[in-house]
């Protein structure tokens, strides 16, 4: 099914006498929870859903069979399967990492997986990285990848709701974005890789629930989205060694209405490129730098579960000047945004008959 919008920009910072013109394409739908797309060299796609399963959907729309040979997960509150990737040299090794939730409700953690893509599934399975220490509960797991220029893997971690002051110890991985090689082992050059004063895969800490990565590889620029408590939400560039300040600062506060912190800002501690108050529940990250949409060029793109639409962010010179809220008509919470390499968006609806849409001039 397509449909047609001619859409203003509406902008909350500034107003921009620009028009979208874009049209919306179900690819497939009826997928259970899908949080994660992956695009093949062939056309096909790969979606992983909360609930566990990977399917591979052709070109033309076509739903497969779950996936053989994929893991077992925890699959309780926000548990489940949370991102998969391709290597950045799977035409040559065909392998894919999955990122999930692993355990039992007492003792769980964010876990990545490789194996190689077979005919019918996963082979040669290899558990590569398991979040410490484990926690309880099923919330707040992170669980976002994304491969560097130098095929390092950074993925990001949860508090754990529960454990949010371990978000500024750095010899605890709670809280974090994580860097490791392709083997699971910690780089040498990360900030912390003596153990002298940190754990040796954290790349940055003072996360509270980072749910979106981008790599910029042009200008080599870490990025992540991540939720706030009751407000809060933030847009930051990720740089080694630097503290985000969960939960020592935040622009938010409780859900009971306390007081997180009563500071926003403190030395030592990064400030947002972005934050919104109240929240919009942020969930899906798309640096969007194709072709079919000039206007967008150099734009981060951010599905906003609450408010049920796609936050477009203007970015001019590295700062966030301008936002606009995109594809409300559907009326579905957007789980997932991402860039094909054909320079569409794509968008994962968040629900139990979840579609894959494609958006296009």
Known sequence: M?????????????????????????????????????????????????????????????????????????????????????????????????????????????????????AEGFEEMEVIFTVSPMKEGGSHYGGKMVQLADGTIVLSTGDGFDYREAAQDTFNQLGKIIRLNKDGTAPADNPFASGESG?????????????GLVFDSSTNTLYNHEHGPKGGDEINRIEAGKNYGWPAITHGINYSGAYVSPFQEAPGMEQPLKYWVPSIAPSGFALYQGDAFPAWQGDFFVGALVNKEVRRVDMENGKAVAEEALFSELDARIRE??????GFLYLLTDSAEGKLIRVRP
């Open 2 to 118: 397509i449909y047609r919008y001619l859409v203003a920009l509406f902008l909350t910072v500034s107003v921009l006498p620009i028009q979208a013109d874009y049209q919306l394409e179900t690819v497939a739908e009826g997928f259970d929870f899908p949080w994660s797309l992956a695009f093949l060299p062939d056309g096909d796609y790969l979606v992983a859903t909360l609930p566990g399963k990977v399917l591979r959907v052709s070109k033309k729309g076509d739903i497969g069979a779950p996936l053989a040979g994929t893991p077992e997960a925890f699959v309780e509150g926000q548990g489940g399967y949370f991102d998969i990737m391709l290597d950045n040299e799977f035409i040559t090794n065909q392998t894919v990492y999955l990122s999930f939730a692993w355990g039992e409700v007492g003792a769980n953690a964010t876990r990545i997986v490789k194996a190689k893509l077979g």
């Open 199 to 211: 754990n040796p895969y954290v790349w940055s800490y003072g996360h509270r629930n980072t749910q």
């Open 337 to 342: 945004v991402r860039v094909g390499p054909d």
